[in-house]
């Protein structure tokens, strides 16, 4: 008998349907600053289809509405791109399509549009109750994918995002103006077509990862097209982002992979300083094998509570421009994935750092160096935990929430937790639960309704 991928069973199982429920029932007390909308983005194939990959599913969107201490509503739907459409990839013309993509990975909000993204094409503007609108090109502006892992600056408004290929331009940046115009795009030079999911950004500068995740063309149509090349090497650029002909200072550092960067900074000294959930290379074989195979299940989001073995561990790496020296430092040997921080810190020093382990939601104190957490009961998983910085006075910087969508592993229940970031270890103070089951995705945020005028 034929094994179903790990990626269509258990607590990654798709859904068959969208549906609306309203007035959730609710375990403890929501805090009435929480009022707004969670949405989380993650990969959904339509019934009978049987991607050859966890990543190729079509975008569904999973979203709560929490009003003066309610859950008022959750829905979920499909994010109805081109590639849901079944239209064709290449054009006549030979030229492809980037409105064919999946949207599956993640969803920001900029200059007044929600954005539904992944990294093979085009961001798709959805709407706050979840439909499609359609790709979004800037005016016809952007000409190459866009990452799923923009980073909007806190003081500028700034949007800088990135689109990687296959093939040339294999790396272009961008930036958008605070008003969602494309203000600015340059391709920047690298050895070849890598597989570079994430970036960072300080004050003054871009982090690229230009590691060893190397595009196979044989693989194209069968499976993710990437693997792991030995002779690639691995680097780290640092690149001024306010100088349109800025040079990129490349630091060597050892063999690894990263799905996903914490936050970057510049120290006293004008070093960039970069945390992130780093992978050796046989922790990122496990996992990126399973991630398309049929054995236990993993990917980047429950790789822990599935094989604590493969999966990544917190990192930090310490450039200096000065010198061309690069350290690198263990921060942590627990298996983490997502970490997340408060974005009006993006390009800061910030003292927090948020992760997940599959079956606990940890924080790191990145100054005092103390990690507590909170362990979810057996047999759960939980996804990425996003932080929602309180609104009400002055606060400290872990003053806020977490939201984590947790999953049964038999994928039949999930929640929305709540839990007080300054305090993990007392549990969550409040808990939606859902209507149905929510596969374990990649990512989601917190959009906040706009106050009353």
Same mark, same amino acid.
């Given at each position: 008998?034929?094994?179903?991928?790990?990626?269509?069973?258990?607590?990654?199982?798709?859904?068959?349907?969208?549906?609306?429920?309203?007035?959730?029932?609710?375990? #403890?007390? =929501? /805090?009435? $600053?929480? &009022?707004?909308?969670?949405?989380?983005? +993650?990969?959904?194939?339509?019934? %009978?289809? !049987?991607?050859?990959?966890?990543?190729?599913?079509?975008?569904?969107?999973?979203?709560?509405?929490?009003?003066?201490?309610?859950?008022?509503?959750?829905?979920?739907?499909?994010?109805?791109?081109?590639?849901?459409?079944?239209?064709?990839?290449?054009?006549?013309?030979?030229?492809?399509?980037?409105?064919?993509?999946?949207?599956?990975?993640?969803?920001?909000?900029?200059?007044?549009?929600?954005?539904?993204?992944?990294? #093979?094409? =085009? /961001?798709? $503007?959805? &709407?706050?109750?979840?439909?499609?609108? +359609?790709?979004?090109?800037?005016? %016809?502006? !952007?000409?190459?994918?866009?990452?799923?892992?923009?980073?909007?600056?806190?003081?500028?408004?700034?949007?800088?995002?990135?689109?990687?290929?296959?093939?040339?331009?294999?790396?272009?940046?961008?930036?958008?103006?605070?008003?969602?115009?494309?203000?600015?795009?340059?391709?920047?030079?690298?050895?070849?077509?890598?597989?570079?999911?994430?970036?960072?950004?300080?004050?003054?500068?871009?982090?690229?990862?230009?590691?060893?995740?190397?595009?196979?063309?044989?693989?194209?149509?069968?499976?993710?097209?990437?693997?792991?090349?030995?002779?690639?090497?691995?680097?780290?650029?640092?690149?001024?982002?306010?100088?349109?002909?800025?040079?990129?200072?490349?630091?060597?550092?050892?063999?690894?992979?990263?799905?996903?960067?914490?936050?970057?900074?510049?120290?006293?000294?004008?070093?960039?300083?970069?945390?992130?959930?780093?992978?050796?290379?046989?922790?990122?074989?496990?996992?990126?094998?399973?991630?398309?195979?049929?054995?236990?299940?993993?990917?980047?989001?429950?790789?822990?509570?599935?094989?604590?073995?493969?999966?990544?561990?917190?990192?930090?790496?310490?450039?200096?421009?000065?010198?061309?020296?690069?350290?690198?430092?263990?921060?942590?040997?627990?298996?983490?994935?997502?970490?997340?921080?408060?974005?009006?810190?993006?390009?800061?020093?910030?003292?927090?750092?948020?992760?997940?382990?599959?079956?606990?939601?940890?924080?790191?104190?990145?100054?005092?160096?103390?990690?507590?957490?909170?362990?979810?009961?057996?047999?759960?998983?939980?996804?990425?935990?996003?932080?929602?910085?309180?609104?009400?006075?002055?606060?400290?910087?872990?003053?806020?929430?977490?939201?984590?969508?947790?999953?049964?592993?038999?994928?039949?229940?999930?929640?929305?937790?709540?839990?007080?970031?300054?305090?993990?270890?007392?549990?969550?103070?409040?808990?939606?639960?859902?209507?149905?089951?929510?596969?374990?995705?990649?990512?989601?945020?917190?959009?906040?309704?706009?106050?009353?005028?």
């Amino acid at each position: 008998m034929t094994q179903s991928p790990v990626y269509m069973s258990g607590h990654l199982a798709p859904v068959a349907d969208e549906i609306d429920a309203a007035d959730l029932p609710v375990t #403890g007390t =929501l /805090p009435p $600053e929480l &009022t707004g909308r969670y949405v989380r983005n +993650g990969p959904n194939p339509l019934p %009978g289809e !049987l991607p050859d990959h966890w990543f190729f599913g079509h975008g569904m969107l999973h979203g709560v509405r929490l009003r003066d201490g309610r859950a008022e509503w959750y829905r979920n739907r499909w994010v109805r791109t081109g590639y849901l459409a079944g239209r064709p990839e290449v054009r006549p013309d030979g030229t492809r399509d980037l409105s064919i993509v999946s949207a599956n990975t993640h969803v920001i909000q900029h200059a007044g549009r929600m954005l539904a993204l992944e990294e #093979g094409g =085009l /961001p798709y $503007e959805v &709407t706050p109750e979840l439909d499609t609108v +359609g790709a979004h090109d800037f005016g %016809g502006r !952007l000409s190459t994918a866009m990452t799923a892992h923009p980073k909007q600056d806190p003081v500028t408004g700034e949007l800088h995002f990135f689109g990687y290929g296959a093939f040339a331009p294999h790396l272009t940046c961008h930036r958008l103006d605070a008003s969602g115009e494309l203000a600015y795009s340059r391709e920047v030079t690298v050895p070849g077509g890598t597989m570079m999911h994430d970036f960072a950004i300080t004050e003054h500068h871009v982090v690229w990862l230009d590691l060893p995740l190397t595009f196979r063309p044989e693989l194209a149509g069968k499976t993710m097209p990437y693997q792991w090349d030995d002779g690639y090497g691995a680097r780290l650029g640092v690149m001024r982002h306010d100088r349109p002909d800025a040079l990129v200072r490349w630091f060597d550092v050892d063999p690894c992979y990263v799905f996903h960067v914490g936050n970057a900074h510049e120290d006293a000294s004008g070093r960039i300083v970069l945390d992130a959930a780093r992978y050796a290379r046989a922790d990122f074989t496990a996992v990126w094998n399973t991630a398309g195979s049929t054995d236990d299940p993993a990917g980047p989001a429950a790789a822990a509570a599935a094989s604590p073995s493969g999966a990544a561990r917190l990192h930090r790496w310490t450039l200096d421009p000065a010198t061309g020296a690069a350290s690198e430092e263990a921060l942590d040997d627990r298996a983490v994935e997502f970490p997340t921080f408060d974005d009006e810190l993006v390009g800061r020093g910030s003292r927090y750092l948020y992760a997940v382990t599959g079956t606990e939601i940890v924080k790191y104190d990145l100054s005092g160096g103390a990690v507590t957490g909170h362990t979810l009961p057996p047999l759960t998983v939980t996804g990425e935990a996003v932080f929602v910085p309180a609104t009400s006075g002055p606060r400290r910087e872990d003053d806020g929430w977490l939201l984590s969508i947790t999953t049964t592993a038999d994928g039949s229940a999930s929640r929305l937790l709540v839990l007080e970031a300054s305090d993990l270890a007392a549990g969550p103070v409040a808990a939606v639960d859902l209507p149905r089951g929510v596969p374990a995705g990649f990512h989601g945020n917190w959009f906040a309704d706009e106050p009353a005028s």
